[in-house]
């Protein structure tokens, strides 16, 4: 898995080949990242505490997601809620509990815990 500092100077490259035609018309992106399998809760909430604010926590079937959007750029984080939440309810519609990701006061930046 990469370093947060590796896909930031990825990103810089980008952001500067961007940069030097600044007229152009281009697609709008769409930056997903997902984070599958055993370990990946630490770094998916190393990634939510980098995200740019405000985004919007979505649960969407079985996951929780992350989504910044704005009219320059689509961005989204997923990660199965099973890695971040236990079950309360099996064998149901599931209901999750989940432990916070976010300090308070990052959870009210973004409206509200969860």
Not at 20 to 39: M, N, R, S, V
């Amino acid at each position: 898995m990469p370093k947060a500092s590796e896909v930031a100077a990825e990103l810089r490259k980008l952001a500067d080949g961007l940069d030097e035609q600044p007229d152009a018309p281009i697609t709008k992106p769409y930056i997903y990242f997902t984070h599958l399998g055993d370990g990946e809760k630490s770094a998916f909430i190393a990634l939510a505490r980098s995200f740019p604010r405000p985004f919007e926590k979505v649960y969407k079937n079985d996951d929780l997601r992350l989504e910044y959007v704005n009219r320059a750029m689509d961005l989204t984080a997923r990660i199965n809620r099973d890695a971040v939440c236990r079950i309360v309810e099996p064998a149901k519609p599931a209901v999750y509990e989940c432990e916070p990701l976010l300090s308070v006061d990052e959870e009210n930046e973004i409206g509200g815990a969860a």
